[in-house]
């Protein structure tokens, strides 16, 4: 069987298996002993990522390949074992540092990932994470047994090729720089649910883990189990399609109403036959269901047997999804996770890798030259890569010049590879306690679209009103909050956000402020950004669009501030460039006023349309607070 460095092997799933490295344990131990192995792999490294390592990764390889070196060449496994370095898990951003494969005495086809760490020390935490010192400072990580469980549990999930050929994983960490101490903090109780399955060795346990290994790959011959991993589908495993269903089961949270068991129940019937290659397109307002049918469209296409992932291109909407869905079991959530994903890695997947793909909040997909995005539609991404894909749409919750999710253009790209296109229209609001004239009078007033609410909504079904202090707001939110609701403050992009280089990594500098009321509150600590939503401590701290698009809270509290102003000459709205403080959201837009208020007004309506019991606004610009009571006297006196 023929292998090398740096391969790039296509499994039947049409995705990339990026392997780095891949060989022998003899080939390896050779390579290591020349003092070729880092250069080997970042040699590699740069021609399949695109770019290259820096030094101290680079040193990191050669440090880490010497242990591996002499643990594989002490532990008296045979050198025909294979050895994969640096493996990406498709469709992830996920890298097993090492893996190694054999047989044991018994003829297991067994695989081992094995998580290396150049740590010295680390403390506990009264979470499940452990502090230590990495980029420059000390911060919360995984524990490292977590992790390599995590990457351990994603493949045997969701690679065909384990699953369906029986091989046998397992999972362990390395710390050949730490000595353990003799109360070792990465030991302690909190953890041992991580460890028992995946056991850690430090420095002095080379004896251990040499003994590890061989019990478990002793007997060699694991070229084609690494070659049979390189190339399984991405399909999920009968026991992962078990386990999500009796997540969904009795949840409340994702139970379906009314209108979303009907537009449910139609999706269903169009995916049944697929026959043909489909786009679903599902348009939807704020709080019409969208997020409850498309998450109850996952469990039953996996539970009926279609190969089907949820993609949110939101990361803070995606995780909070996921802790909904999983009630914070950490071990649950690394078994569902390769079951969502962002929208950034299906471009070099080929057509129809996949039954169906659930796209949610689809408004958000990108175009050539967002972040970290490397192709060039993801709309085209979306359904090139799926035989039907399912978009849920709200043409006005784009936010940004690079969102190119629009219902036009999703039937442009269908047309294109010849996918029949069905839509499927919520109408009704479950957001705001039923109250969808709400929704309607928030676009009027916004100048989005001329609505038939113009004079207001059922005012018993939905409180809104306008303070004038943002102190004000936020002691209302405050009170609800500790009331027993769920309750948030937001803001518009009209604040800069101080970067977590310059000590603001927990919302420990309040950038929002209003001098002129002598206010201020941070946004969201960084290392709550996606989950701020449902922490306990998101009550001190401001959430933006991206934090809170597409989620919903009991009440929330929205600061509105110069970004939106009122021209009273005009009587229209108009984005300030120099007060909005988003560089991508207004990127090649300073000569560009229209398509910039469009997308700021957009904005505000989704901070606006988050609550389903109450919203609470302070306006920053006296003429827009204006403009704003004056259309509110029409609803109270209506």
Known sequence: MSYKVGENTRSDGGVNAMIIYISNAGEFKNSVETNKIAEKIETAFREKMGYSVG??????????????????????????????????IPNTRMRVDFMISGHDKMGNKNFVIIELKQW????????????????????????????????????????????????????????????????????????????????????????????????LVGKGDGMEILQTIATGKIKPSQKLIDHVAGLFKGNQEFILLDEQKVAYETIMSLVTEQDSKKT???????????????????????????????????????????????????????????????????????????????????????????????GENQVEDMIKTAKTSIFFIDDTQRIRPEDIGTVAEIKRVAEQYGSEVHEVELEAQFRCAGADGFINWVKDVLQIERTGNFDGWDKEAFEFKIFDTPQEVYEKIKVKNDGGYNARMLAGYAWDWTSEKQGNRNGEVSDVKIPEYNFSMPWNGRSLSTTWAIKTDGINQIGCVHTSQGLEFDYVGVIIGNDIKFDTSSTCLYADYSEYKDKMGKRGLKNDNERLTELVRNVYKTLLSRGMKGCYVFCRDKQLELYLKERLAVVSSS
């Open 55 to 88: 030094h101290s990764e680079k040193a990191s390889w050669n440090n880490s390949m010497q242990f591996m070196e002499r643990i594989i060449r002490n532990s008296g496994v045979p050198d025909d074992c294979g050895i994969f370095i640096e493996f990406n």
């Open 120 to 215: 010295s020390s680390a403390n506990s935490t009264d979470k499940k994470d452990v502090i230590t010192y990495v980029g420059g400072r000390n911060k919360p990580v995984s524990h490292p047994s977590y992790q390599a469980w995590s990457y351990k549990q994603h493949l045997m999930n969701l690679n065909e090729g384990i699953h369906s050929n029986g091989l046998n994983g397992y999972s362990c960490a390395y710390l050949h720089n730490y000595i353990e101490r003799e109360f070792e903090p990465l030991n302690e109780e909190q953890y041992c649910d991580y460890l028992e399955d995946s056991p850690i060795f430090f420095s002095n346990d080379y004896n251990k883990l040499q003994e590890y290994l061989f019990k």
């Open 280 to 374: 679903i397109i599902v348009k939807g307002g704020p709080g019409t269901g969208k997020s409850v049918i498309s998450m109850n469209s996952l469990g039953t296409l996996l539970n009926r047997g279609f190969n089907a992932k949820f993609i949110a291109p939101n990361a803070s909407f995606r995780e909070v999804i996921v802790e909904r869905l999983i009630k914070e079991n950490p071990m649950d959530r690394a078994r569902i996770k390769g079951l969502y994903s962002g929208s950034g890695q299906y471009y070099n997947c080929k057509i129809d890798s996949f039954d169906v793909l659930i796209i949610d909040e689809a408004h958000r997909l990108k175009q050539k030259g967002a972040f970290q995005y490397k």
